[in-house]
């Protein structure tokens, strides 16, 4: 059974009705996307700002309600539960670890709630599992009695993490948590997080940009697109052996030492328009690739090579 | 443009209808009989039954309100029984007088206040920015009814230089500069708070914007420091001080009330209180209606200008 | 609460204005038992006697009532009337504001509909018509003055609350398990509360004001029970003959708004954490330069930052964010400057021009040489004169550094016409082209957008077009993609080597990620703490760093291709720029310290091209 399994999961944001007129038909920020988790393993989540990364991510702790699809943590199906039914299945690591933390409330409130409205648990056993949870991010007990503001990035992020951990889910989203943070401290927090995973049997979803840092992560990786995924496989296979031409751009976009510089594209290409979604391919316009079948209809996501799976009518051939 | 201007007006349409139905309810909590009220010691039954009969007082109240309604649409505010004019008549006669008072009290707090805070901004902790923030915290601290009456005592009783009250010279006034003379020492106790109040804003507003990056782009390109403050940061200030420029058209309007009574200036703010005290609800009102009507049209304005400022404003 | 007490006193009016409104408050609350005339006793024969008379310290008013004790009464009773709407107003305004903002949509709408509804009144007219249908009286002008204050504190807590609403925290909460009352009580209430008492200082002097208006109109307080309102009111008639009962009500209206004022000032000041740290002053047009110490001397660099020391004092605390700094590029040579957050590199590039922002900042040493002429603490006018013409800056991110309400033509043709004596239409033409030199597609039409009408991609592309504007010598890119994304990065990166090959400029580029410089610079240096702890030519210090920390640095950044994999960290984290440690500043987190590096001076040295400071260098350089 896996840890997570998502079917024909879709937002659609409502726009504004005009003063004259019908109301427009809303921006698509997720559109209808299906995959699943297996319990232990992590799946990477990469893409550029506004593919839908983020709306993903609020939609699967329950932040956000989704308007088509299903939800199911372990076999159990979440309809439109609150957050405080997702809270104890699925957990959420910010990536602004500062603004996730109440600046006029001690880190012990913080710790304190999710025991307390979640478990109900009673006080002596709230602090025992309090000490416990942060002898495990390695941050000292007398941090809890003071406020967010007197911490550095990398250990209020902690503090996020072990916040989320004293809810005891299955499964944690991590939403870009470490980029915010510089690299000397972005790797303490990343193996830290790799340590708290095996411990605990974890089961992970890390959203970030930052493709070095997916790839060190992750087991699997699904690259999104404009609110679909466009191609999903194994992590050491995804970059090294992209199908679809959008994962192969950003494989050779990110800059490597070594590396000469190239413009792997050199079109002032952009986004399409999520109020006006192109008919076929979202990537179409920036693609060498398309053709006339590409602009009309929109491809599906199909089985390219072992374990990997990608959405394109001309895929890259190795 | 166009579009937004007309987008605006369709909006003021419910705020417009909300006015009428807030007036008309808190008129209606008048405790008694607004007859025997207006009647006072010519109230016999047959009397007050007649006048709220000739008011309408003996419908529902859902009916009286749309009769009123209907009636002000067609431009009948009713008839003021304590000056036996048609109210309409009396509102336009005075809000002209207002009109001139509030407007260059309006005009005189806008300048004076943006200037000021851009000067304060600009030498912030220096002697000009100390002196300002001291006369402006003054002018936001005194009540303009005071002030009036110390600038009457001081210009008009010791030194004589200005005419104590009223807006025209009972013998032989009438021209423009007879106005400006009677106009100076109203506008000016009415124009203090909205003055200081703008000065404030405006200062802060700067300061804000002058700590923006794209403030640092123009530097490091060279602009002028001219064309930085007075180009730059002040557009951008400037924005946020125009939405307080419409709120404070209203304090200036209400201020207006006191300046009035002070100097005898024969605007809508003293009509009311007199229509208060002597209980001539329909002249409430219309004038209330009307001056409200009149301040949300002004505010449309101060949003199309506001518009045309900032082009990031959806139209 | 006691450093929020320390702050308010180190105010010295709001200081005053406590002082001052709590005596007046004593008094008031003291009247009673004053031996005081009794304030309505009426006396004709004794009306309009002067202040200072007998038994008479301010005299009487018409109808000879003892002035004092009818001030007395008359404050008591302003006050007490004032605070009152203010705290009801204060009360259901916020309620009404947090409500609408913590639940948003329909709730929002349709409260929000009802708060604009009533502040479309300019306010005395409500208060009017509230009057008018209550009848005069004193608590019918409480009623009416909290009244129309209602929708500013329901309009103002709402705005805050919004803001707050959409805070990560509160979805934290809601994750942890919390109910919409829970939190609106323990997570949004501890977080408006500091708004809601500034709100509450900075207009109970204006209700005290408003109530004592409706007195004086004579539909407040009604004779003979006088506040200070209907003390003037009164006095009115008798102004001209006897301004002494004008006078006496009058100030003391003053003295309480003035010094209530005062203090709401002082506490908005205390509560507000932006003006605590001094953030909210205006930084001058160049910055500050208090140098101590030689000048160094002139080198024939085309630029060169030389030993170059630049400071913040924020209240008692120095932040020595840059200490000693020596940099230098020829024509047509990029240098990459790279460090994490805190390591001063964004700081050095901006002292060049003279563009930290001060206060707080300050440049406290060395020089910055442009062709030998030295800028540090030149005059302004010659520093402006370089100012993109020929030090020209690219910034991090492209909506913040351009200006919102120009279009980016008009801001391109002004930073040409800074320079040169260009018509507008020459320079129009010349931003065109411009903008064509960049790759923006359509440049004749996207000379008119407004920069928020762009991607980012583009702003930055416009960024640069300025930056080239008056083909300056030298560019300082500040993490000039960093907001990008990569496919984005990847486009302008290529675009500035193009740039930089074609014309020969050189290129200062400040940078956090190694593979930006490693693909674009001819020589790096590694700034940690506010010093160069390492500089050399690209390959030599990528392929074989010297210091300790540049080694670790390189190895905690994973790189594409590497697999799954546990990644390198430094423990411990960068030292605080107030207390560096004497020494090596790596010392405290390095593995190979030892007690000589924890003390003294270390230099920056080695052989010319490849110069460390370290004692102990990973290889010998």
């Excluded at chain 1, 593919?51 to 372990?74: D, F, H, Q, W, Y």
């Excluded at chain 2, 336009?92 to 207002?98: G, H, I």
């Excluded at chain 3, 929002?108 to 008018?132: C, E, K, Q, S, T």
């Amino acid at each position: 059974m896996p840890a997570l399994k998502v079917e024909h999961l879709a937002k659609t944001f409502p726009l504004k009705r005009p003063l004259f007129g019908a109301a427009p038909p809303g921006a698509h920020a997720v559109r209808p996307m299906s995959f699943q988790v297996e319990t232990g393993e992590t799946l990477g989540i990469v893409g550029e700002s506004g593919c839908g990364k983020s709306t993903l991510a609020r939609m699967l702790v329950g932040l956000l309600e989704p308007t088509g699809g299903t939800i199911e943590i372990e076999g159990k199906a979440l309809g439109s539960a609150s957050p405080a039914v997702f809270g104890k299945l699925i957990q959420y690591v910010f990536q602004d670890p500062q603004s996730s933390l109440n600046p006029r409330r001690t880190i012990r409130q913080v710790m304190e709630a999710p025991l307390k409205r979640l478990h109900g648990m009673p006080k002596p056993d709230r602090d025992k599992r309090i000490a416990e949870i942060f002898a495990s991010v390695n941050l000292r007990e007398e941090f809890l009695d003071r406020y967010p503001h007197e911490f550095s990035g990398g250990q209020a992020q902690r503090i996020g993490i072990a916040r989320a951990l004293a809810a005891s889910p299955r499964i944690i989203v991590l939403d870009e948590p470490v980029s915010a943070l510089d690299v000397s401290v972005q790797a303490q927090v990343l193996n830290l997080l790799s340590d708290l995973k095996a411990r605990f049997g974890l089961t992970y979803l890390f959203i970030t940009h930052d493709l070095a840092v997916v790839e060190a992560v992750s087991e699997r990786v699904a690259v999104l697109y404009f609110g679909a995924i466009v191609e999903i496989g194994r992590a050491e296979r995804i970059f090294a052996s992209p199908r679809h031409p959008y994962t192969s751009l950003l494989a050779k976009s990110a800059p490597v030492v070594g590396r000469s510089l190239t413009a792997p594209e050199q079109k002032g290409s952009e986004l399409p328009d999520p109020l006006n979604p192109p008919p076929g391919c979202a990537f179409a316009g920036r693609c060498r690739r398309a053709t006339e079948l590409c602009r009309a209809r929109e491809p599906e996501l199909k089985q390219m090579g072992e374990n990997q799976l990608a959405a394109c009518h001309h895929p890259l051939e190795h | 443009m166009g579009g937004y201007i007309l987008k605006r007006l369709v909006s003021a349409v419910p705020v417009l209808f909300g006015i009428t139905v807030i007036v008309f309810l808190i008129m209606s909590l008048i405790p008694g009989d607004p007859a025997t009220a207006i009647l006072g010691s010519y109230a016999t039954p047959e009397n007050v039954e007649k006048l709220n009969r000739d008011l309408g007082l003996d419908k529902p109240m859902v009916q009286r309100y749309f009769i009123w309604l209907g009636n002000m649409l067609t431009g009948d505010f009713g008839r003021s029984f304590s000056l036996n004019r048609p109210v309409i008549d009396v509102v336009l006669e005075r809000f002209n007088a207002t009109m001139i008072l509030a407007g260059t009290s309006f005009v005189l707090c806008s300048i004076l206040g943006i200037l000021a805070g851009v000067v304060s901004a600009t030498r912030q902790y220096g002697l000009a920015d100390k002196a300002i923030t001291f006369v402006v915290l003054i002018g936001i601290s005194v009540p303009s009814f005071f002030l009036g009456m110390m600038l009457i005592l001081l210009f008009a009783v010791n030194l004589r230089w200005l005419p104590v009250s009223g807006m025209y010279a009972i013998y032989g006034g009438g021209d423009l500069p007879d106005l400006i003379r009677h106009l100076i020492m109203p506008a000016l106790a009415l124009a203090a708070v909205a003055t200081g109040v703008i000065a404030r804003l405006s200062r802060s507003a700067m300061l804000e914007v002058l700590r923006q990056d794209y403030v640092r782009t123009a530097r490091a390109n060279g602009v002028s420091e001219r064309r930085v403050i007075m180009g730059h940061a002040l557009r951008v200030a400037m924005v946020s001080i125009f939405p307080v420029l419409g709120i404070q058209a209203g304090f200036v309007l209400s201020g207006a009330v006191y300046v009035e009574i002070v100097f005898q200036w024969p605007g809508v703010g003293r009509m009311l209180v007199d229509a208060i005290l002597t209980r001539d609800l329909l002249l409430v009102q219309g004038g209330v209606v009307f001056v409200a009507a009149c301040y949300v049209l002004f505010n449309i304005a101060v949003d199309v200008a506001q518009c045309l400022l900032d082009p990031r404003i959806k139209t | 609460m006691s450093a929020f007490l320390a702050l308010l006193f180190r105010n010295r009016l709001a200081a005053m204005g406590l002082a001052v409104i709590a005596v007046i408050l004593l008094l008031a609350m003291a009247t009673p038992l004053l031996p005081l005339h009794d304030p309505d006793v009426i006396a004709t024969a004794d009306r309009f006697m002067r202040p200072l008379s007998e038994g008479r310290l301010l005299g009487t008013d018409h109808l000879g009532r003892d002035l004092l004790s009818r001030l007395l009464h008359g404050t008591r009773l302003s006050l007490a009337v004032g605070i009152a709407a203010a705290l009801i107003a204060a009360v259901i305004g916020s309620a009404i504001g947090i409500v609408a903002g913590y639940f948003g949509g329909r709730t929002d709408n349709v409260v929000m509909r009802g708060v604009d509804m009533l502040m479309a009144f300019p306010y005395i007219l409500l208060a009017l018509a509230i009057v008018a249908a209550l009848g005069p009286g004193l608590m019918n002008a409480l009623i009416a003055v909290a009244a129309v204050n209602v929708p500013f504190f329901a309009r103002n807590i709402r705005g805050i609350t919004v803001g707050l609403a959409g805070r990560e925290f509160i979805d934290a909460a809601r994750l942890a398990g919390m109910g919409h009352t829970r939190i609106i009580l323990t997570e949004l209430l501890p977080n408006v509360l500091p708004v809601i008492v500034i709100a509450m200082s900075t207009t109970v002097g204006w209700m005290i004001l408003e109530t004592a208006g409706l007195s004086f109109l004579g539909l407040g307080s009604q004779p003979p029970q006088a506040d200070l309102g209907s003390m003037l009111g009164e006095a009115r008639s008798a102004m001209i003959s006897h301004p002494h009962t004008s006078i006496v009500p009058g100030l003391m209206i003053f003295l309480i708004v003035m010094s209530i004022n005062l203090l709401g000032d002082g506490v908005r000041d205390a509560l507000d954490p932006r003006l605590r740290s001094g953030a909210l002053s205006r930084p001058r047009a160049t910055t500050l330069v208090r140098r101590q110490g030689a000048t160094p001397p002139a080198t024939d660099d085309l630029l060169a930052v030389q030993d170059l020391r630049t400071e913040f004092q924020v209240g008692k605390r120095n932040y020595r964010a840059v200490g000693g700094v020596s940099l230098a590029v020829k024509p047509g040579e990029s240098l990459g400057v790279i460090g994490e957050s805190g390591s001063g590199k964004s700081v050095t590039a901006l002292s060049v021009m003279g563009l930290v922002a001060s206060p707080p900042g300050a440049i406290t040493g060395g020089a910055v040489r442009f062709q030998g002429e030295d800028l540090i603490g030149a005059p302004y006018e010659a520093l402006r004169q370089k100012r993109g013409d020929r030090v020209a800056y690219v910034f991090q991110d492209p909506l913040a550094t351009l200006h919102p309400l120009y279009r980016v033509g008009q801001q391109l043709t002004e930073t040409i016409r800074s320079h040169r004596n260009l018509s507008k239409s020459e320079a129009r033409m010349r931003a065109i082209q411009l903008l064509n030199d960049v790759r923006i597609p359509n440049a004749e039409r996207r000379v008119d957008d407004y920069p928020h009408e762009m991607s980012g991609g583009m702003r930055q592309r416009v960024g640069i077009a300025m930056a080239l504007a008056n083909e300056p010598d030298v560019i300082i890119a500040d993490e000039p993609t960093t907001a990008l994304d990569v496919t984005v990065q990847a486009q302008i990166l290529c675009l500035l080597d193009d740039l930089r090959r074609e014309r020969g400029l050189a290129i200062i580029f400040i940078t956090h990620d190694f593979g930006v410089v490693a693909q674009l610079c001819d020589r790096i240096a590694v700034m940690y703490a506010g010093r160069i702890v390492e500089e050399g030519p690209t390959q030599a210090v990528l392929g074989a760093p010297a210091h300790p920390y540049t080694r670790r640095l390189i190895a905690c950044v994973p790189e594409l291709g590497g697999g799954r994999r546990e990644l390198a960290a430094i423990p411990g984290l960068p030292p605080v720029l107030d207390d560096l440690p004497p020494g090596c500043a790596f010392a405290p987190r390095c593995t190979k310290a030892e007690e000589s590096c924890r003390q003294g001076e270390i230099p920056l040295q080695g052989p010319a091209l490849h110069a460390v400071r370290c004692l102990f260098p990973e290889r010998a350089p």
